[in-house]
């Protein structure tokens, strides 16, 4: 339910400027920003910053945190799993804040190449998987079908590389942004048809470079890249980089512990921060 009277359809925000979904105004976003989906590891993290000068949960599960690091505002926003989330907070969060944006980011993923639970992934790439429903209606073309690779932002995607290296094993390589988190995975089930035995191996074979799994960081990337106004007449506004935590190994079916996750985040925190905050661009 709306928590205010919102002034637009087309552009919700409400009288204070408040956007509908992320509930933020100007003055409470900084132009830095980790994104995660998990609240709790918003909460985890924010325990590294300096201090906190903002924190708000909106009625639609978005949470956010403000505060200093190293002397630099910083935000961690939560922002739960899948598209549409990465959408909204994208979008509504350049709406409030002016100037630049620099995104990271920072989430867990399922490794399909060499990477072990515990492991880091940076995406230097993103590329979309998403169920082709004709396919199920009529036969149409194939059940998924993959878009083309999305980069991220070399500079800021290098910072994060070189950060992450004194947290485990770095793997670099194309992140596939599935439209759910079972069928469009190759999760299998008795329960529906979802003609996605093999799915993997498919996607590895379209895509050499593909190195994990996960729900949002193609939608970021690509909005980072269409970040140039209505008439796409502006240099992009915001910048991206991706780093995911391998919490599911695909190929050999191990999932992590809570208690080597918690670790991880903690261990990866300052990595995320310390590149967001080097990044000058």
């Not at 400027?17 to 995660?36: F, K, S």
């Not at 329960?191 to 799915?199: Q, R, T, V």
């Not at 996607?203 to 729900?215: F, I, K, N, S």
Request: with cysteine; net charge negative; charged share 20%.
């Amino acid at each position: 339910m709306p928590n205010a009277q919102m002034d637009s359809a087309n552009k919700p925000l409400s009288s204070d400027g408040r956007t509908y979904h992320v509930e933020t105004r100007p003055g409470e976003v900084a132009n830095r920003i980790v994104t995660v989906g998990d609240p709790q590891r918003a909460r985890i993290m924010a325990q590294q910053l300096d201090a906190i000068v903002f924190e708000h949960s909106s009625h639609r599960g978005f949470l956010t945190i403000t505060g200093l690091y190293r002397n630099v505002p910083l935000s961690i926003v939560a922002i739960g799993m899948g598209l549409s989330m990465m959408d909204f907070f994208v979008r509504e969060t350049r709406m409030v804040v002016d100037g630049p944006l620099s995104i990271v980011r920072f989430g867990s993923c399922g490794s399909i190449c060499d990477a072990r639970v515990g492991d880091v992934i940076v995406a230097d790439a993103a590329f979309g998987i998403n169920r082709n429903y004709d396919y199920f209606d009529s036969g149409a073309g194939t059940p998924y079908r993959l878009s083309s690779l999305e980069p991220g932002d070399g500079p800021l995607t290098e910072l994060l590389a070189g950060g992450m290296a004194a947290v485990g094993p770095v793997v670099r390589g194309a992140v596939g942004n599935a439209d759910s988190f079972y069928g469009s995975q190759g999760r299998t089930g008795d329960d529906f048809y979802d003609a996605n035995d093999g799915l993997v191996a498919w996607v590895r074979e379209q895509v050499p470079g593909a190195v994990a799994l996960e729900m949002e960081s193609h939608m970021l990337f690509h909005l980072a890249r269409v970040s140039t106004g209505r008439l796409n007449d502006r240099p992009p506004s915001v910048r991206a980089g991706c780093a995911l935590l391998v919490f599911a190994d695909r190929t050999g079916n191990s999932f992590i512990s809570p208690e080597m996750s918690t670790r991880m985040v903690i261990a990866a925190t300052k990595a995320v921060f310390d590149a967001l905050v080097a990044d000058s661009k």
